[in-house]
């Protein structure tokens, strides 16, 4: 086997089509991670709070202090039959999973609480918020998934989320795992606005990703893969949603992540990682 190879296939867990029935109290694919826990029912994500195409403003300056640099922003979202959780003994659990202008921030367990940004910059904002399992897997219905695209201050002219439109979002891995947990890792994406199927339905997209420089790999089903015995050091990632042959031009079709595997005995923090740099698109 290779140093760094995506392996997929024993690596590709059970596909759920939107229509699917998503599986109850599964089991982690994944050791080290709790079970998951429910559906209860049709899973429902909802962001309360900011609504779309809200202008938050923006604090006023306060005479012989700094010019304020960006307003507060609480975000509140409702989650309906999927239970959130945080297991003591592993520190992991079922959590609601934000996005802010393409960066990945840290799990929620305690969403009864709002999620606040102190000082969110100018500008056009667009937040994306889903479910997942302790594994970081996403919960992959219809109603599990949820965008809103505000403002602070003004408008600059960023595109908005259209669920319309297709578009793919980064929900694992994420953050830093210790060498012990590296032997599998998840790699999970959400996909809005088209099917995943084959290149031979014109109608389907599919999934092109390319793990650093290892050969571009394609999923013609919309399901997880685990890469196998990643090595210490920091990894990046690019994935893209295509159209046979070509690649889909829309605004979030396009996306790039990055996580860290360490050497450390003892467990990681967890971090947010940065927002990833300018995307370059698989080769195709």
Request: net charge neutral; glycine share 8%; charged share 20%.
């Amino acid at each position: 086997m290779k140093p760094f190879a995506a392996v997929l296939a024993s690596a590709l867990l059970a596909t759920l089509p939107l229509a699917a029935q998503t599986p109850v109290d599964p089991k982690s694919p994944i050791p080290g991670y709790p079970d998951g826990r429910g559906p209860k029912g049709p899973v429902v994500v909802k962001i309360v709070s900011p609504t779309v195409e809200e202008v938050i403003p923006m604090p006023a300056a306060v005479e012989g202090q700094p010019a304020p640099k960006g307003a507060r922003v609480e975000v509140k979202v409702t989650v309906e039959n999927f239970e959130t959780f945080k297991d003591e003994a592993t520190g992991k659990g079922q959590q609601v999973q934000l996005v802010l202008d393409g960066r990945v921030l840290p799990a929620w367990y305690q969403i009864d609480k709002p999620w606040v940004f102190p000082a969110l910059p100018k500008g056009t904002h667009t937040l994306l918020a889903f479910v997942q399992r302790p594994w970081q897997e996403s919960i992959r219905e219809a109603g599990a998934f949820a965008a809103v695209t505000f403002h602070v201050g003004e408008k600059n002219g960023k595109p908005g989320f259209d669920i319309a439109q297709p578009a793919i979002t980064v929900g694992a891995p994420r953050g830093k795992f210790k060498k012990v947990d590296a032997a599998k890792i998840l790699f999970d994406v959400y996909v809005t606005g088209c099917k995943v199927g084959p290149l031979t339905d014109p109608e389907a997209c599919q999934i092109v990703y390319r793990l650093n420089q290892d050969p571009q790999q394609t999923l013609t089903t919309w399901a997880p893969a685990i890469w196998e015995n990643v090595p210490v050091g920091k990894h990046t990632f690019v994935v893209a949603l295509y159209r046979g042959e070509k690649r889909i031009e829309a605004p979030f079709a396009l996306v790039s992540g990055a996580f860290e595997v360490t050497d450390d005995a003892a467990p990681a923090a967890p971090a947010a990682p940065a927002a990833p740099a300018a995307p370059a698109a698989p080769a195709g």
